[in-house]
């Protein structure tokens, strides 16, 4: 069989959880909390269980209420933007990761540019050229993963069909602010390009830093397919339910490939977290996640303080870069595997998020763990 992605293997967050199983070590590598949903949520989904015809298809975009709660909270939170439509604008899927796929597939035509920033979520590159797609990259320099626009300017062409974007980014944090999203829709003026904007990590925005979504910028509302996920939002990475937000005929598209790909999100998860998402009238749920991340941010830097790395700023999301080279001149690759074996701690070099492998000596810690677990980590890592 001919392979079409021959350069791919299993992705780097699969090959550090199963190090850390086969080593013993604390697994800081792979994404994903090790605490469970709010036991509201918990509750709820256990409910629904229980309830007799909540285990057929769901209707093919989600169900109704969840996106009928969807847009409620949406509108509540994005200041300046209308409310989604859950008739026509709110598809849930299976996860964002069936969101970013459904899109590419749908608006991604053979020979087809896509600008990529990198480091990038290792989905990205692979889902374009599977459809055919050239993905153009642009490198966002350390410490601080800002876009230099002069840069993205010089690979947009009249062939960009795409732009994705991803805030918080993983892995930095960083956070577009009002400037690049103005910067973007200048550069998007007049071109009937898309913009695919990663939102997994929305509400994960630190120190009063505000957080600005693609739907809040009216021009490029009009053209923009805006991911969220449940998974990040409410600790539930295993239930695998997330969404896309894009105008009426965008959506239409979306709904397009969904329909095909999973046809629809299971039903008794999306009952569940209609319910959470309705009786939280004044998103205390979402509001908190900030406080609660950061405070877990600056737990772990404390807790690596006066070892030796060199901490990156973390604005947002939950992770840590760290640059190792008081230690050692090891590929970063090399070191996590070091990290691993040696030390107990897996983590995720961070060249798996180029697609030419570009080695800046970073790796990934994820944060999003039990004070203990970080603790554990860190003195393992002393
Ligand atoms: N985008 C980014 C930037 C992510 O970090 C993740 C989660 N690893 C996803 C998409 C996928 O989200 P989900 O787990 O909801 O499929
Ligand atoms: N998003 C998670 C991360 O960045 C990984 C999800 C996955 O393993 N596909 O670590």
Known sequence: LLSKLPDVGVSIFTQMTLLAQETGAIN????????????????????????????????????????????????????????????????????????LYAVLAAVVRPGDEVLVFEPAYDLYGPAIRLQGGVPRYVRLPAPHFRPDWDAVRRVVSPRTRLVMINTPHNPSGAIFTADDWNELARLLAGTDAMVLSDEVYEHLVFDGAPRLSARQHPELRERSFVLSSFGKTYHATGWKVGYCIAPPALSAEVRRVHQFLTFAVSTPTQHALADVLTADTTDAHAHGLAGFYQQKRDEFRGLLAGQGWDLLPVPGGYFQL?????????????????????????????????????????????????????????????
Not at 41 to 58: C, K, N
Not at 81 to 94: G, H, R
Not at 372 to 379: C, K, Q, V, Y
């Open 28 to 99: 800081l590598a792979q994404g994903f909390p090790d605490y469970d949903p709010p036991q509201e949520l918990l509750e709820a989904l256990a409910r629904h269980a229980l309830t007799p015809g909540h285990h057929q298809y769901a209707p093919m975009p989600g169900l109704p209420r969840l996106r009928e709660a969807i847009s409620t909270q949406v509108g509540r939170l994005h200041a300046n933007a209308p409310a989604p439509d859950p008739a026509t604008e709110i598809t849930v899927t299976a996860g964002a990761t069936e969101a």
């Open 322 to 382: 760290a640059r190792y080279d008081a230690f050692s001149p090891a590929t970063d690759l090399a070191f996590a595997q070091f990290l691993a074996r040696e030390k107990g701690v897996a983590v995720v070099p961070v060249s798996a998020f180029y697609h030419d492998g570009f080695d800046d000596g970073l790796i990934r810690f994820c944060f999003a763990k039990h004070g203990e677990t970080l603790a554990a980590a860190a003195a393992r890592l002393r």
